[in-house]
């Protein structure tokens, strides 16, 4: 779930037991863990007789009544009800989306909870953020329930992207979740999503809800139906629910989901999709108006015939590239991969004309890009520069792995002089200058243009200092360099070699200590710092100075992007921030 927080930090206000960290992430970085966190410690969950006597208490039949109107003039919800509430009127379920939702619901209300009731009473009084959520939902919403309803799941499963994300397809974890569902790398990669330099499919809202849909699934009939358990796995990883349930037969206690001994934020993920359902079933008690969508698609895929550029497919659709990137976030570069069909999410109301435009035109107008053919003397870095982009850019538009290039190859160069524009309106980042540093060290590794980035400081980028903050445009990410995984026999000096760089450059990039061996199977970068993280956990030993000196920054640097002065100290444990937060 999303790191540094890319929705409002989700905290009930009845006192109950929730992580340090976030409820917005899962488990561990465990294996097929669906979304991710630090859990802490494990607390003994709540044990009811009567569920022990259940043998599967996550679902109940469709038709069954909802068993919310309780009496809750004492609980953590009780100043948020209504009695004298009008009730909400639903349309048909053939003519809004969210009726069809709320028509599909299937699992145990569980209304008497208190971690329901506190949660209900969260989304109650955090109407921004769930308005928020509910309005990022209208594009994709109706692809989601198209597909649950195919599968016949339960209709609340469309919510868990609320708690996921706020449905953001662009959300993203400081623990490398990613996405509208927050897929793990290792989890998007078993469930088969494509991510490379192009594409992130974690971040595609149509073929992530079908990876998570299938995972789900999975998960369900792993746990024998049983769907709180399917969505603790999802949240934590089945492993970590495994453990638990063979815990709890070994004490002889119920093995429903409630009796488990799971971490605290995979204790809150059920009680969370609970409290939206419990809301959506009588809004109006809550004092909520919830909205109505029509049911029909709001968007639609239109297959590209050629690789395409985001800004010439904009303009065709008479849209910004920034609204359209918005739809396609799965979309990584400035086109689309040219070597694979791509599918382009647009509104429904423009794809035929759209269609209709890519068929009559020729498909080398779709992409903005030069070429150059390769002289004697030329290097990567050499062409790079002249034509204002990055040495990675270069390199993957044109399936470089290394850095050989030979006389007279005829090399693409992405978007000559403008490798990253951004729209006007889209938030910039903050970079803090280090010892070293210049223009095209900094352009180079966003991979944005010199003269985008002098713009956006003004007469501020002409002489850097140590400390001095940029404004690096579009929010801009250091493109992924590109890597290579370690054999056996291999040495820093062959793989230098053979990649025309230097040793130094190699310990560097992937910053390794002196001393450091390297080990098959481990990935190092070739071309340009390995990505630096969000945060880093202090280990036992650390220091203010080794830290700086293994992320190559000044500690001052380091010292202000966590508010500290000269005499603060660290300890084992905590969190230190290593990248500056996007400004808005």
């Given at each position: 779930?999303?790191?540094?927080?890319?929705?409002?930090?989700?905290?009930?206000?009845?006192?109950?037991?929730?992580?340090?960290?976030?409820?917005?992430?899962?488990?561990?970085?465990?294996?097929?863990?669906?979304?991710?966190?630090?859990?802490?410690?494990?607390?003994?969950?709540?044990?009811?007789?009567?569920?022990?006597?259940?043998?599967?208490?996550?679902?109940?039949?469709?038709?069954?009544?909802?068993?919310?109107?309780?009496?809750?003039?004492?609980?953590?919800?009780?100043?948020?009800?209504?009695?004298?509430?009008?009730?909400?009127?639903?349309?048909?379920?053939?003519?809004?989306?969210?009726?069809?939702?709320?028509?599909?619901?299937?699992?145990?209300?569980?209304?008497?909870?208190?971690?329901?009731?506190?949660w209900t009473q969260f989304y109650a009084t955090h109407t921004d953020h769930l308005d928020a959520s509910l309005a990022r939902a209208q594009p994709f919403l109706w692809h989601v329930v198209q597909q649950i309803e195919a599968r016949d799941m339960p209709g609340?499963?469309?919510?868990?992207?609320?708690?996921?994300?706020?449905?953001?397809?662009?959300?993203?974890?400081?623990?490398?979740?990613?996405?509208?569902?927050?897929?793990?790398?290792?989890?998007?990669?078993?469930?088969?999503?494509?991510?490379?330099?192009?594409?992130?499919?974690?971040?595609?809202?149509?073929?992530?809800?079908?990876?998570?849909?299938?995972y789900l699934q999975a998960l369900n009939d792993r746990y024998n139906g049983d769907w709180f358990l399917a969505l603790a796995a999802y949240n934590a990883g089945p492993g970590r629910v495994d453990r638990a349930i063979e815990r709890a037969d070994r004490e002889g206690i119920s093995t429903a989901y409630w009796n488990?001994?799971?971490?605290?934020?995979?204790?809150?993920?059920?009680?969370?999709?609970?409290?939206?359902?419990?809301?959506?079933?009588?809004?109006?008690?809550?004092?909520?108006?919830?909205?109505?969508?029509a049911n029909r698609p709001r968007t639609r895929h239109v297959s590209l015939p050629a690789q395409t550029d985001m800004q010439i497919a904009a303009d065709m659709l008479g849209m910004s590239e920034d609204a359209l990137r918005k739809l396609n976030p799965g979309l990584r570069r400035?086109?689309?991969?040219?070597?694979?069909?791509?599918?382009?999410?647009?509104?429904?109301?423009?794809?035929?004309?759209?269609?209709?435009?890519?068929?009559?035109?020729?498909?080398?107008?779709?992409?903005?890009?030069?070429?150059?053919?390769?002289?004697r003397g030329d290097s990567l870095s050499r062409i790079a520069q002249a034509y204002d982009v990055s040495v990675a850019s270069l390199r993957q538009a044109n399936d470089i792995h290394g850095s050989r290039i030979g006389v007279g190859q005829r090399l693409t160069i992405p978007r000559p002089g403008r490798a990253a524009e951004p729209a006007a309106d889209v938030p910039s980042q903050?970079?803090?200058?280090?010892?070293?540093?210049?223009?095209?060290?900094?352009?180079?590794?966003?991979?944005?243009?010199?003269?985008?980035?002098?713009?956006?400081?003004?007469?501020?980028?002409?002489?850097?200092?140590?400390?001095?903050?940029?404004?690096?445009?579009?929010?801009?990410?250091?493109?992924?360099?590109?890597?290579?995984?370690?054999?056996r026999g291999d040495t820093l000096w062959s793989i230098a070699r053979t990649n025309e760089v230097s040793v130094a450059d190699l310990r560097r990039w992937n910053r390794m200590t002196p001393g450091a061996s390297l080990s098959p199977g481990t990935t190092i970068a070739l071309d340009g710092p390995s990505e630096?993280?969000?945060?880093?956990?202090?280990?036992?030993?650390?220091?203010?100075?080794?830290?700086?000196?293994?992320?190559?920054?000044?500690?001052?640097?380091?010292?202000?992007?966590n508010n500290m002065s000269a005499q603060s100290t660290i300890r084992p444990g905590e969190r230190l921030r290593l990248q500056p937060a996007v400004s808005s």
């Open positions: 779930m999303p790191a540094e927080r890319t929705g409002p930090v989700l905290r009930p206000v009845w006192p109950i037991r929730l992580s340090a960290r976030t409820l917005w992430a899962g488990a561990a970085l465990v294996a097929l863990a669906g979304c991710a966190g630090q859990p802490s410690k494990p607390v003994s969950a709540e044990r009811s007789p009567e569920l022990a006597k259940q043998a599967h208490p996550s679902t109940v039949p469709a038709n069954a009544p909802d068993n919310d109107e309780i009496d809750d003039t004492r609980g953590p919800d009780a100043d948020v009800i209504r009695r004298d509430y009008v009730p909400h009127e639903w349309p048909e379920p053939a003519r809004d989306l969210w009726s069809a939702i709320r028509h599909d619901f299937s699992l145990a209300p569980n209304a008497k909870r208190r971690s329901v009731r506190a609340e499963i469309a919510l868990l992207p609320i708690v996921e994300s706020g449905y953001n397809p662009a959300a993203k974890s400081y623990a490398g979740a990613s996405g509208m569902w927050q897929f793990m790398p290792g989890t998007a990669d078993h469930m088969r999503l494509t991510r490379d330099w192009w594409y992130d499919g974690r971040n595609d809202p149509l073929a992530s809800t079908d990876a998570a849909l299938n488990l001994e799971l971490p605290e934020e995979t204790q809150e993920y059920v009680p969370q999709l609970l409290a939206l359902r419990r809301i959506m079933m009588t809004p109006a008690r809550f004092g909520l108006d919830w909205p109505t969508l400035w086109a689309s991969d040219p070597n694979r069909p791509t599918q382009l999410l647009v509104p429904s109301a423009k794809a035929d004309a759209f269609e209709s435009r890519l068929a009559q035109i020729d498909p080398s107008k779709l992409v903005d890009s030069a070429h150059h053919t390769v002289r903050t970079y803090v200058v280090q010892s070293g540093d210049t223009l095209w060290h900094i352009a180079n590794r966003y991979n944005v243009s010199v003269a985008s980035l002098k713009r956006a400081n003004d007469s501020a980028a002409t002489s850097l200092r140590i400390g001095q903050k940029l404004d690096i445009p579009g929010a801009a990410r250091p493109p992924a360099p590109t890597t290579y995984v370690v054999e630096l993280p969000n945060f880093y956990e202090v280990e036992a030993g650390d220091s203010l100075w080794s830290i700086a000196d293994r992320f190559s920054m000044q500690v001052a640097t380091l010292r202000s992007l």
